[in-house]
């Protein structure tokens, strides 16, 4: 019971950590001519149009959706197209060198991902999902894979230390991101996805350590459902989500296996996909 009580501590530090670090615009920053209408014309206005109009300023200061529109638009009458400065142009980094290094943590985590998706896809042609009998189906395609299949072992062993590899990368990562203050305004939204990022980073590692269904599987389930069904009021459901039920059964491998192979992989990819997105239209934050 106190280790759920420190868990759940930890995540409320967690929570207020990243509201703190939310930056509010600050007034000496320059503003659209959108924002400085609705200032001025507020009075003829209704709360629909300075909702929107509001909304409309907030996201073009942050992803300069009018600049990149008009850049859109030029380069259909133009051969060529003009493209943002890379940060190493925008930012001159070879004046702060010593940061360089700890830039690649975000590319490195991306090559881990794409590595862990190559080698996951392999394993899945020879895993089976199952966690009934003795030795279980899932037991014995792990088992297959380690001692009969051609290099399989090694195939495993890359899936496995990747995961660990890409772990570490996505935390230090963010440990970058905090320390250079490249969560400020306007790059806020982007470190939100990157501290949901964390997370599913560390449950995609969860659970592809339950499919094996060995004792260490076993023993890691049984923690984790332990703290499922001691989350107050939504315990029940979070277990049964999860695990396939509040108490551990051959159908909790099923589940994981579904979540670990299918949902997970989708979720994360788009996170992905829009954290790099946000990126190449802000930039990379120069450390401060």
Not at 125 to 134: A, K, N, R, S, T
Not at 150 to 159: L, N
Request: proline share 4%; net charge positive; aromatic share 18%.
């Amino acid at each position: 019971m106190l280790q759920f009580w420190f868990l759940w501590l930890f995540i409320a530090l967690i929570v207020v950590l990243v509201a703190f670090t939310l930056r509010k615009e600050r007034d000496d920053m320059p503003r659209k001519d959108i924002l400085r209408a609705v200032e001025t014309s507020a009075g003829s206005m209704g709360l629909a149009e300075k909702t929107f109009l509001w909304a409309f300023s907030w996201l073009d200061t942050r992803f300069r959706i009018q600049d990149y529109w008009g850049m859109s638009r030029d380069a259909y009458y133009s051969v060529h197209r003009q493209m943002p400065l890379t940060h190493a142009e925008k930012y001159k980094l070879r004046i702060i060198w010593y940061w360089y290094p700890l830039y690649c943590l975000g590319g490195i985590s991306f090559l881990a991902f794409v590595i862990l998706v190559i080698t996951g896809a392999i394993l899945g042609l020879y895993y089976v999902p199952g966690g009934e009998g003795d030795p279980t189906p899932a037991y014995s395609s792990m088992e297959f894979i380690m001692t009969q299949l051609p290099f399989g072992y090694i195939i495993r062993s890359i899936h496995h230390w990747t995961t660990h590899f890409m772990v570490a990368a996505v935390f230090l990562h963010m440990c970058r991101v905090y320390f250079t203050g490249a969560y400020r305004n306007p790059r806020e939204l982007n470190w939100l996805i990157g501290v949901a990022l964390m997370f599913f980073t560390i449950f995609f590692g969860y659970s592809g350590y339950l499919l094996p269904w060995d004792s260490l599987a076993f023993g890691a389930a049984t923690i984790g459902i332990n703290m499922a069904n001691s989350t107050p009021l939504i315990g029940g459901w979070i277990a049964t989500a999860m695990f396939a039920g509040t108490s551990l059964s051959g159908q909790t491998v099923t589940r994981m296996y579904f979540l670990h192979v299918f949902i997970l992989p989708v979720v994360v990819t788009t996170l992905i996909l829009a954290h790099l997105f946000i990126v190449w239209v802000q930039g990379i934050a120069e450390p401060h």
